[in-house]
């Protein structure tokens, strides 16, 4: 399965015919996106407010439309065997389809590139020898920026050609990595592509080691379901949720260049911290009692402690009349909304109505004929409201967490039988604050304050939400993100050997429990298409201490001289980094420098003194800027051509015990795409050794 090289402009020439294709389809591309923008709705919309919102689907249509030039427009093409039918093919006939990253056809509406997401362009990821799937032969392409330089064949009925691996895919994969993180649209295993169109309806698990791709499986996911699904989604809403905002800086761009503009990204504090601003920290203790599953029944009986049983009946007057509502009966009304477990506002908001309904009982009964205005008006009547203050009385869910981080027999009442004394003192306030505006809240009491929101008012539910790094999240904060799928779906992406948190799950059916998606789809991906097998092989040795019983990935690529390991003095140290790094730069790509929090700084002025620039995580790599200084503890998700790794012991001694360092390091150890370097001053961790 040769390459085959371009060569000359000749109506002969297969590239050449290939490149005409490519340079119609962008004029075809530029057609569409001209006749989006030449779009008049004067004279269709009824008013103005209806002439914006369609301006805005036009707006968000043309960006849609933007053709990227270094972004290949197809990568493949397909030729069946027999015609593939119309409705299979948006429309198309014939046998050769070529696959991209958006639907773009002539002006007759024919289709010149097929969404890689259509039913007709799956075999593309899914046919082989044993399974062609009616199809001849599958063509790659290979670009140099956006110009079509390279194509090659695989003829998957010729019992003749020999099976070997693609060397476009595999230059695609290990192609240079400057600026955010890439689609993988184009290399896209058959593995993948049955997680990517799963369906929209059950939720899927995904468990991958480094460089298997998952992160860009479950973006790849969300892309495929909006296509698939794109009504019911535009109207429920999609979000990926990441760990921290470096991470979604670096993968933002992936969604938009397949055409997708409106899937919004945020951590887990940016959803819980609508109420209080985030300004203080936890010790590593009371994190973690703060994110245990139990601390939403201790939450649930602080709330529903406000309910007061009545002792006194309610009295309204109307005109002359009154009418007496004894407390037995607003006793049962009480009792059955307790029983019910609805949400406390939603109980709240009932009770009122309730009383009122049983007003108009007794008005019916003396021969009046009242209706829905009246009961309203009675519930809003003076002694109903002073009533329901009493026995239902509204909570303001900071307030509630407030007070039982404040107040130690509040929580111990609540907390009986549920937390030891220990965890309460872990979680009680040494100086408690004043109020909700004062109190220096750490993330952690966010999601706390999120729980006791859902238990006054329904969290508002989205059709579907990615998860990534999901193996660093608290049950509670599984919690916070179930709730805002509760009626939607979900994809959780993470590696349990990465578990770099006080609370990080051990095992993803707890995870799925916490999030609310027991009957979730577990998958595991082990084959590794991003770490070259000596790397993953060196950081694997990790697996057996931080993760027992983890399938260790087993790497695709071959990358011979990828890893070296370096022992120096240690007032060497630092020089000798700066030296790997500036070996390092001399290769095509993006530069990570990764090392221990407390050792950045030092580092940071050495590479200063040596006159080296250099970026922050989430800073976007450039040509003219490709080295980034990394604290270990934001290493997680992102990827570099080169990695040089600064003491592997500190970044295992920066860490609250062994196993989490241990974790942090393994994460280290599997950010290198091309080649890592390893440099120690002192002894290696005895895995490694």
């Not at 300004?279 to 309910?307: I, N």
């Not at 477990?341 to 007003?359: F, N, S």
């Amino acid at each position: 399965m040769p390459a085959h090289e371009f060569e000359s402009d000749t109506t002969t020439d297969p590239l050449a015919h290939e490149r005409a294709h490519l340079a119609a389809s962008r004029a075809a591309l530029r057609a569409m996106r001209e006749d989006a923008q030449a779009l008049d709705i004067r004279d269709v919309t009824a008013n103005w407010v209806n002439a914006a919102v369609l301006q805005a689907q036009i707006d968000e249509r043309i960006k849609s439309l933007a053709d990227l030039a270094h972004t290949p427009l197809f990568f493949g093409r397909l030729d069946y065997l027999h015609v593939v039918g119309a409705e299979e093919a948006e429309g198309a006939e014939g046998e050769e389809f070529y696959i991209g990253r958006r639907h773009v056809h002539d002006a007759q509406g024919d289709p010149m590139v097929i969404d890689w997401r259509a039913p007709v362009s799956q075999p593309f990821y899914r046919a082989s020898r044993k399974d062609p799937l009616d199809v001849g032969r599958r063509r790659r392409f290979g670009y140099t920026g956006g110009d079509l330089t390279a194509y090659e064949d695989e003829h998957l009925t010729d019992p003749a050609e020999a099976e070997q691996t693609s060397k476009l895919l595999q230059a695609e994969i290990e192609r240079p990595r400057v600026g955010p993180m890439r689609d993988i649209v184009a290399t896209i295993q058959p593995e993948q592509d049955e997680i990517v169109r799963s369906e929209l309806g059950g939720t899927v698990c995904v468990q991958g080691g480094p460089g298997t791709g998952k992160t860009a499986v479950g973006l790849h996911r969300v892309a495929y379901l909006l296509y698939a699904h794109r009504e019911r989604l535009a109207r429920t809403g999609t979000l990926v949720v990441g760990p921290n905002q470096s991470f979604l800086h670096y993968i933002e761009q992936v969604l938009p260049a397949l055409g997708e503009l409106e899937v919004k990204q945020a951590t887990v504090e940016d959803l819980v911290t609508g109420q209080i601003e985030v300004r203080g920290t936890d010790e590593a203790p009371a994190a973690v009692v703060k994110g245990d599953a139990r601390m939403a029944e201790v939450l649930r009986r602080a709330l529903r402690s406000h309910v007061t049983l009545p002792t006194e009946p309610v009295m309204v007057v109307r005109g002359s009349r009154r009418w007496r509502v004894p407390a037995y009966e607003i006793e049962e009304m009480v009792q059955e909304l307790l029983a019910r477990d609805m949400r406390y506002g939603a109980a709240h908001e009932a009770l009122p109505q309730r009383i009122a309904h049983a007003v108009l009982v007794r008005m019916e009964q003396s021969g009046e004929a009242p209706d829905d205005r009246v009961q309203n008006s009675v519930a809003r009547n003076p002694a109903v409201k002073a009533a329901v203050k009493a026995i239902w009385p509204a909570v303001d869910p900071a307030k509630l967490v407030l007070r039982l981080l404040s107040d130690a027999e509040f929580l111990a009442e609540h907390a009986e039988g549920l937390l030891t004394e220990d965890e309460q003192k872990a979680i009680l306030w040494t100086k408690p604050a004043r109020s909700v505006k004062t109190a220096k809240w750490s993330a952690a009491d966010a999601v706390l304050i999120d729980e006791a929101g859902d238990l006054v008012s329904r969290t508002h539910s989205l059709g579907h939400v990615v998860i990534d790094e999901a193996q660093d999240l608290s049950p509670m904060q599984y919690r916070a993100v179930g709730r805002r799928c509760s009626t939607g779906s979900a994809t959780v992406l993470g590696d349990l050997a990465q578990g770099t948190t006080p609370w990080s799950t051990q095992s993803w059916e707890q995870a799925l429990h916490h999030l609310g998606k027991a009957d979730a789809l577990v998958e595991e991906l082990t084959a590794g298409f991003r770490v070259p097998r000596d790397v993953i092989a060196y950081a694997s040795r990790l697996l057996p201490v931080i993760s027992p019983g983890l399938t260790p990935v087993e790497s695709v690529r071959e990358s011979p001289g990828s890893l070296s390991v370096r022992e120096v003095a240690s007032d060497a140290l630092d020089a000798a980094v700066v030296a790997a790094c500036e070996e390092s730069l001399t290769h095509e790509g993006s530069i990570g420098l990764i090392a221990a929090d407390a050792r950045v700084p030092a580092l940071a002025d050495a590479l200063t003194a040596a006159g080296h620039t250099y970026l922050s995580p989430g800073q976007e790599t450039t040509a003219e800027s490709r080295l980034t200084l990394v604290p270990a503890s934001l290493a997680k998700g992102l990827e570099y051509d080169y990695v040089v790794l600064d003491e592997p012991a500190a970044v295992v001694d920066g860490e609250p015990d062994e196993r989490t360092g241990l974790r942090r390091l393994y994460v280290a150890l599997t950010r290198a795409v091309s080649g890592l370097t390893v440099l120690h001053a002192t002894p290696l961790p005895e895995e490694l050794a």
